[in-house]
């Protein structure tokens, strides 16, 4: 058991074909190491094409596409921005960034995402709110055709951080492109990765030359450095780029594979009624980024324990935001699905480079747990 190697959640995995490394030379061929150039330009067209957005900005991270969301979405201090609670802490930071309040609302059951519901009763208590972020966790996609027509209704800006959930659909669009701003994350552990980046896409052209132009220092048009605005240094380099187009070209490849895991720990899973998938919902295809699964009546903990001494990482699903001491003081507009998730749902390796052999050690664990009643 010992020497066998860690099993992990997610973690980078090139193609074979070398796709990435074929862009970073060709930047390097071109001295074209930082901060903008080709591999940049590119990467925002490809990654645009392929979710059918119309304009992108290629950031360092996600967390820095929400920020300049937020900014472009004028929100200011003491603001209310409305976010789902049930995520992880890059989602709800930016709000604090920006020197706003957020205000976290539950999620739902059907797809474990912002519950209209709550999200309705948020605005009819702040109407004034000037932005909501809805997130897609997991991969799995949020109700968004109700929460676009709430946000209409009430005149507020859509957020949708589609971090996690990059190639899901939901009824064959691709998340990240129903709210007016769409983030995108290629962190370490995403489904795609650059080694660490965002990319923040609308279909608001001159909103989206904004963000470039806050993100590489607010430089004004001049010969001298001019400024007149506050600038950030949150522009993605040419190399990272580089790695982003070569991910690209894999990425529905990683879909399927994220897919395959996931069906083979239902299939491998399905006669015991003490454990449950992540929901799936026929108007939504996922892109599976991590396998989650709820444990009825075991605690979490002894399955992580089981798993982690044979050498195979799992964790807890994200634990509410309005539960983090951090953001203990901030309204919380909800009942208790997401602290139910949290306290019964377990994220299983799903990294696309495990073989069959991989996940039937992560099966074999789960197995002698859930069988010792
Ligand atoms: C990873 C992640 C982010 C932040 O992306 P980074 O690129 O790591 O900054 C934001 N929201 C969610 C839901 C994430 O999973």
Redesign the pocket.
């Known amino acids: 058991m010992m020497n066998k190697e860690r099993l992990v959640l997610s973690s980078p995995h090139m193609s074979n074909e070398g796709f990435e490394q074929e862009y970073v030379q060709e930047a390097f061929d071109t001295n074209w190491i930082a901060p903008l150039g080709k591999n940049v330009d590119e990467f925002e067209h490809e990654l645009v094409n392929y979710v059918r957005s119309q304009n992108g900005a290629a950031l360092i ?3 820095a596409a ?1 920020h300049m969301a937020l900014k472009a979405a004028d929100v200011k201090e003491d603001d209310i921005v409305i976010c789902q609670s049930l ?2 802490s ?2 709800a930071n930016p709000i604090i960034y920006q020197g706003a309040i957020p205000v976290f609302v539950d999620s739902e059951e059907e797809t474990w995402n912002m519950d209209p519901e709550f999200l309705r009763a948020a605005l009819e208590k702040y109407p004034n709110a000037k932005a909501v972020i809805v ?1 897609n ?1 997991y991969g799995l996609a949020a109700q968004l055709d109700e929460i676009v027509a709430i946000c209409n209704e009430y005149n507020v800006t859509l957020i949708e ?1 589609a ?2 959930s990059l190639g899901t659909t939901y009824k064959g669009q691709a998340t990240g492109t129903f709210g007016k701003y769409g983030v995108y ?3 370490g552990n ?1 489904i795609i990765t650059t080694s ?1 980046g ?1 990319m923040l896409v609308s279909n608001d052209k001159e909103k989206i030359e904004k963000v470039r132009f806050w993100s590489t220092q607010a430089r004004d048009k001049a010969r001298h450095y001019q400024h007149s605005e506050i600038g950030y240094n949150y522009r993605m380099s040419n190399i990272m780029a580089g790695v982003g187009r070569g991910q690209l070209k894999v990425l529905n490849n990683r879909i399927q594979k994220k897919r395959y895991i996931h069906d083979f720990y239902k299939q491998e899973l399905k006669e015991f009624s003490n454990i449950s998938f992540m929901p799936e919902n026929e108007w939504s295809e996922s892109n599976f980024w991590l396998s989650v699964v709820i444990l009825k009546n075991k605690d979490t903990n002894e399955l992580i324990d089981a798993l982690d001494e044979a050498n195979i990482e799992s964790r807890p699903v994200w634990k509410p935001m309005h539960l983090q001491p951090v953001f203990a003081n901030y309204d919380y507009i909800g009942g208790e699905v997401s602290e139910e998730l949290f306290k019964k749902g377990i994220c299983l390796p799903s990294d696309t480079k495990m073989e069959n052999e991989d996940l039937y050690r992560v099966t074999s664990v789960i197995k002698r747990v859930l069988q010792s009643e």
């Open positions: 991270s996600g967390t929400i995520t992880f890059a989602t997130v966790l951080d971090a996690e994350s290629f962190n995403k660490g965002g």
